[in-house]
Structures are given as C-alpha cells and as structure tokens.
C-alpha cells in the first residue's frame, strides 16, 4: 500500500482522493518492530530500522523482548540449554554455520539435530524470551545487545509513540533465574529500559 501501485488502486477503491489516502495508510498501516524476533533472525537492527525510516513506514510499536544467545556451541552450553525445552511456547532456533542459516521449529529441534552431528563451529539464537535486564547467563548469553542497539537508533530518532516489554516466559524460566517474584522482575526491567534511554547515546 505504501507503493504508489498500491495508493492509487485503495484510492480506487474507496473514492477518496490520494492525499487522503495517503494520510489513512500511515494512520493505519505500519509494523510491530519486534526486537527478539529480528534479533534470532540475525538481522541488523540498525539497518533494519533504518529501512522503514527512509521508507516511510510508521513503527507503531517497538517491542522490547531479549532470547537466548549461544556464540558457540558446545556440549556444555547444550547440557545447559536443555533447561530451556520444557515449555508450552516455540522457541524457534536460527542456527549459523559456515555462513549459512538454519532455523528449527523449537531448541529440542536443534539440540537433536547437533546430537546426530556434533561439532563444528556453531551459533544459535533462540526464540525463548529471558529478562531485557539479563546479559550473561554463565554458559551463553543473551540478545540484549540486539534492545542496545534499537533504543539507541530510537534516541537519536524517535521511531514510535509506543514501547513494549515483552517477556511472556516468568512461569517457565529455569528455577536458577528466579531470583525474586514477579513484581521485582518486571520492575527491574522498566527500570533497565528507562536507564537505556536516558544515557548518553554510544556510537552504533
């Protein structure tokens, strides 16, 4: 719709003009930039943002949600992994090896594939969402960076009237990150978000 193909065939259809048109589309069309989901895809986030900038794509609502990050697989980081696959959510699993992607339907998915062949260097990013506040987990890490780089693309151009937190998985997290209740975590992470906005922007 943001063509113009696209604006003259709604203008078309709904015998409006084209300005108003115009204006209807980028009230009422625009994306949900989810953070998490880019993030496992190994997007460029910055990049990503940019595009819908220069294309006049309104963000409605930019989501803050972090995965698991695992820069190399190996056996001990899959031991420690298989914590995370007693869940009723997907967690779809982007796998780079050699320079090409592979995604699984769920971490179970990808765990049994490495299992059938082991070894080799290996990145994975999973879809299983932990605190935005979190970075490191001991034998992998998080995709916080991936919220780092977007709230900073967002300081120095204000891309949405509206940010998410989203971290939907508190009931089924691994006993050894349940440090506090509910309301502490969801405490911690506004704060950690509202601290992200308000230091002094890095260089991307």
């Known amino acids: 719709m943001y063509s113009a193909e696209g604006t003259a065939r709604l203008a078309s259809l709904t015998g409006l003009p084209v300005s108003q ?8 069309l625009g994306v949900v930039f989810d953070i ?11 990049a990503s943002l940019a595009l819908l900038v220069a294309a006049g794509i309104p963000i409605f609502k930019l989501q803050e949600a972090s995965a698991l990050w695992i820069p ?3 056996p001990e980081t899959v031991h420690e992994l298989e914590r995370f696959t ?3 959510y997907l967690s779809q699993t982007t796998e780079l090896r050699d320079g090409e992607l592979t ?15 082991p070894g080799g260097s290996r ?3 999973t879809h299983f969402h932990v605190p935005v506040f979190l970075d490191d987990l001991g034998a992998f890490r998080t995709t916080r960076f991936a919220i780092e780089d977007a709230l900073r693309v967002h300081v120095e151009t204000p891309l949405s009237d509206q940010l998410e937190i989203e ?16 309301t502490e975590y ?18 991307l």
């Open 123 to 125: 990145e994975w990013r």
């Open 167 to 182: 971290t939907y998985t508190w009931d089924v997290l691994p006993a050894h990150l349940k440090t506090g209740d509910i």
């Open 36 to 46: 998490c989901h880019l993030a496992v895809e190994f997007e460029d986030i910055p």
């Open 103 to 117: 995604r699984f339907l769920n971490l179970g998915d990808a765990i049994d594939a490495w299992k059938q062949a």
């Open 86 to 88: 007693d869940t009723i």
């Open 72 to 74: 190399e697989v190996t």
């Open 21 to 28: 048109v115009h204006g209807l589309i980028r009230r009422h």
């Open 186 to 203: 969801v405490t911690r992470e506004l704060e950690w978000v509202r601290d992200e906005l308000e230091a002094d922007p890095a260089p």
